[in-house]
């Protein structure tokens, strides 16, 4: 709202067309190679910058993407939340008209949450990410062939994921909008989605997946390290040890708001949102301390995006780093189950018990013989 909307895509040809028609098609008296050359070399001005299938899949760079628009992936995933949250208050009354079925209400929330998956996709890649480029030396304005996103857009970005993914309050819905998710209840050519239930719980831990599968992976970790080396002096480079700070206090962090035994207005306990989150948590730190191969791209084809994907082995800084914070999730754990333990509803204090035992088993598990 009050957003002057421009075009969605370009209505005429742009400079890089104007460009590669040059390259390709100019008439050129004298040495060609040379003068060709000459035109190759405008690739690092601003209007040409281009990238490839191979950039979105395998190279990290967090402005090569599908599914976004803008100079700023993070701010447009950003905005797409914003627009998502305010579209999905009055979303019955918007999309389905009298007389019509309410499968239309259906369609347009899976639209809507879609927003959130595409969001964890955009914003985490800046996590670790890096803008790369095929420019050649000595071409005027000339960029190193990887640059690693700043620090301060890398936390910015990683700050927005604990804040707009992780967290539950990022999925407030109304229960008369999710009464209203109608199928059409028969298959045919425009429509497969016979089944009247839906799981919102397990699409939104599909969405948390993204995020923390992308965060947490070998790859992710073994560059942000990486990065340390490339940064110049005094641009404070994010560490890995921020990336697991951030995780574990957003994901953990309803632990320290569960009201106090006095407090008779309501029975503490965690929301099925935050449970699942936990225990995908948990189970990522357990496998990395453990040695269990990296990341997959199963969590990323949750919503039709593939970003590569590594079986390599965590860095032992990372392993380090998981073995930590698992022995602090398990002493937050006991806190509360002895502050607040007969307090609790049974979910919750089912769901505490057996992450403790859990991560109590990883902890002891011998080391594992291909840790460094």
């Known amino acids: 709202k009050g957003v002057k909307q421009g075009d969605y895509y370009t209505t005429t040809i742009g400079p890089y067309d104007y460009w590669a028609i040059e390259y390709g098609y100019k008439q050129i008296d004298g040495n060609e190679e040379a003068e060709l050359k000459k035109i190759a070399s ?3 001005e601003h209007d040409l910058v281009y990238a490839t299938d191979e950039d979105v899949i395998l190279n990290d760079d967090p402005y090569v993407n599908r599914y976004d628009l803008g100079a700023d992936p993070c701010a447009f995933a950003k905005g797409r939340i914003e627009m998502a949250t305010e579209l999905l208050k009055d979303l019955d009354a918007r999309v389905v008209k009298d007389g019509e079925s309410w499968a239309r209400m259906r369609r347009a929330f899976n639209i809507l949450l879609s927003q959130w998956g595409d969001a964890a996709v955009l914003s985490s890649q800046y996590v670790a990410g890096q803008s790369v480029s095929r420019d050649h030396k000595a071409d005027k304005n000339a960029r190193d062939p990887i640059v690693p996103v700043a620090g301060a857009k890398q936390r910015e970005c990683l700050k927005f994921l604990t804040t707009e993914v992780f967290s539950d309050k990022a999925f407030q819905f109304s229960p008369a909008a999710l009464r209203r998710l109608g199928s059409e209840r028969w298959s045919h050519w425009g429509s497969s989605d016979v089944s009247a239930d839906i799981s919102v719980f397990e699409r939104i831990l599909a969405i948390q997946k993204i995020a923390l599968g992308r965060c947490l992976s ?52 965690l929301s099925i949102i935050h449970r699942n989150l936990q225990r995908e948590h948990v189970r990522r730190l357990g496998g990395m301390v453990l040695g269990g191969p990296g990341g997959s791209l199963s969590d990323d084809y949750a919503y039709m995006v593939l970003l590569g994907g590594s079986n390599a082995s965590a860095p032992a800084d990372a392993r380090s780093l998981a073995r930590m914070h698992l022995k602090e999730i398990v002493g937050r754990i006991s806190k ?20 403790k035992e859990k991560i109590s088993k990883v902890l002891e598990a011998r080391i594992d013989s291909r840790e460094p």
């Open 336 to 355: 509360t189950l002895d502050a607040q333990g007969g307090q609790l509803d049974d979910t919750t204090r089912a769901h505490l018990e057996d992450c």
């Open 218 to 269: 070998p790859a992710t970790l073994s560059r942000l390290q990486n990065q340390e080396l490339q940064a110049e002096p005094g641009a404070d480079p994010m560490r890995i040890d921020e990336v697991f700070r951030a995780l574990t206090d957003g994901v953990w962090s309803d632990l320290d708001k569960i009201p106090a035994k006095d407090d008779k207005t309501a029975r503490p306990g």
């Open 42 to 44: 405008r690739a690092a």
